[in-house]
């Protein structure tokens, strides 16, 4: 059965700045509380006019180029994110064409802060099952625009930001190497802990004045909560790549964590028994990017000879849903 390894990576994000300074007068906050209690000293925030697909596209190309290929070579594209640019249809249909790519596969995934994760299960799937070898995987959002940039909106709005990663994988029959273990898993039962309501068909009329003045269509966070079960499901199911893989805590080169919050990696980090060397995190200066934490982290650590080959990879994620999940891979 092939497997899939990684031939690229990328990623774009705005040219803009937002430091927690600049917040502080809109919010009702400041650069002490953002950094004590989320790690973040500043973000990238869109400019208006900018699209989502443009930073895709850019951290598209970068991939592509580091694995010497062409638009053209790709035979599908899996793109996720919860801030696409239209309604319909999807973003990968835009970055098909933004790319030049041939008439691809492309699929959309709107799985919050385990969208990454989720669109390269997909990819790996479609690779182990022998119906594609060169897949391009997004994880993008442009949400700095849809958040409440008020007092009452401060304990969500200063945590997220805007940017893109991608990756392309590809099929290998060498074994032992590649993505080796996944753990995917989703308890609905705190959908509405982390959860933006509208603009959706459940609601009647779904785009009304009164849903935007009332703050319905912006983020919701029960942010204790999220922190309560991230801080047990993300070493839990580190735990089980791990068990599959026949592999310890003690074997991981290197852990990339949905930068949700540095404070929770921190907690996860400490859970696993892991050095500070083994876990790498950039929240520090891109805020919490959803989709896009995960392919911007790693394209970093890439580009920084942070993997060497063999070394063992981890990827773990959690958010809204609550969903959360892990992949393990060998570079
Ligand atoms: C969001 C989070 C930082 C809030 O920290 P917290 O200690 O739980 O804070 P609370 O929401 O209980 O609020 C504590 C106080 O800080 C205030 N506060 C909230 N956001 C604030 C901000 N940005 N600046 C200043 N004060 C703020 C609250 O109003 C509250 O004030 P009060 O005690 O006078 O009522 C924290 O819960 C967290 O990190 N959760 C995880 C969130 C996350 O990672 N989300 C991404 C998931 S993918």
């Known amino acids: 059965m092939p497997r899939s390894i990684v031939l690229g990576t990328g990623h774009a994000v705005p040219d803009r700045v937002v430091t927690n300074d600049e917040l502080s007068p809109l919010m009702d906050t400041s650069d002490e509380w953002i950094r004590e209690r989320t790690g973040i000293q500043e973000r990238r925030w869109a400019r208006e006019g900018d699209t989502g697909v443009e930073y895709a596209r850019q951290a598209s190309v970068q991939a592509l180029e580091m694995a010497g290929l062409d638009a053209k070579d790709l035979d599908a594209i899996v793109y996720a994110t919860l801030s696409p640019d239209h309604f319909i249809?999807?973003?990968?249909?835009?970055?098909?064409?933004?790319?030049?790519?041939?008439?691809?596969?492309?699929?959309?995934?709107?799985?919050?802060?385990?969208?990454?994760?989720?669109?390269?299960?997909?990819?790996?799937?479609?690779?182990?099952?022998?119906?594609?070898?060169?897949?391009?995987?997004?994880?993008?959002?442009?949400?700095?625009?849809?958040?409440?940039?008020?007092?009452?909106?401060?304990?969500?709005?200063?945590?997220?930001?805007?940017?893109?990663?991608?990756?392309?994988?590809?099929?290998?029959?060498?074994?032992?190497?590649?993505?080796?273990?996944?753990?995917?898993?989703?308890?609905?039962?705190?959908?509405?802990?982390?959860?933006?309501?509208?603009?959706?068909?459940?609601?009647?009329?779904?785009?009304?004045?009164?849903?935007?003045?009332?703050?319905?269509?912006?983020?919701?966070?029960?942010?204790?909560?999220?922190?309560?079960?991230?801080?047990?499901?993300?070493?839990?199911?580190v735990g089980a790549v791990l068990a599959q893989a026949g592999l310890s805590p003690a074997d991981i080169t290197l852990l990339i964590p949905h930068q949700a919050n540095l404070r929770i990696s921190e907690a996860v980090q400490k859970r696993l028994g892991l050095r500070d060397d083994q876990v790498y995190n950039n929240i520090q200066f891109y805020g919490n990017t959803t989709a896009a934490t995960i392919p911007i982290a790693l394209d970093e650590c890439v580009r920084a000879g942070r993997l060497k080959a063999g070394d063992v990879f981890v990827m773990t994620a959690f958010g809204s849903g609550f969903q959360w999940g892990s992949a393990l891979m060998r570079w």
């Open 89 to 237: 249809p999807g973003n990968s249909v835009f970055l098909q064409r933004a790319l030049g790519a041939g008439h691809v596969a492309s699929v959309n995934l709107n799985n919050a802060c385990n969208g990454f994760l989720y669109a390269m299960s997909v990819a790996d799937a479609w690779i182990r099952a022998g119906m594609f070898r060169r897949i391009l995987v997004v994880g993008q959002e442009l949400v700095s625009s849809r958040l409440d940039i008020s007092p009452q909106g401060r304990a969500v709005s200063v945590i997220f930001a805007d940017g893109a990663g991608a990756l392309v994988l590809g099929a290998t029959e060498e074994p032992g190497r590649g993505v080796l273990a996944w753990d995917l898993h989703t308890d609905g039962s705190y959908a509405e802990n982390l959860w933006v309501d509208g603009p959706g068909a459940a609601i009647w009329p779904p785009i009304a004045v009164q849903h935007i003045e009332s703050g319905r269509y912006f983020p919701h966070m029960d942010g204790r909560e999220v922190f309560r079960h991230a801080i047990v499901r993300m070493p839990e199911s």
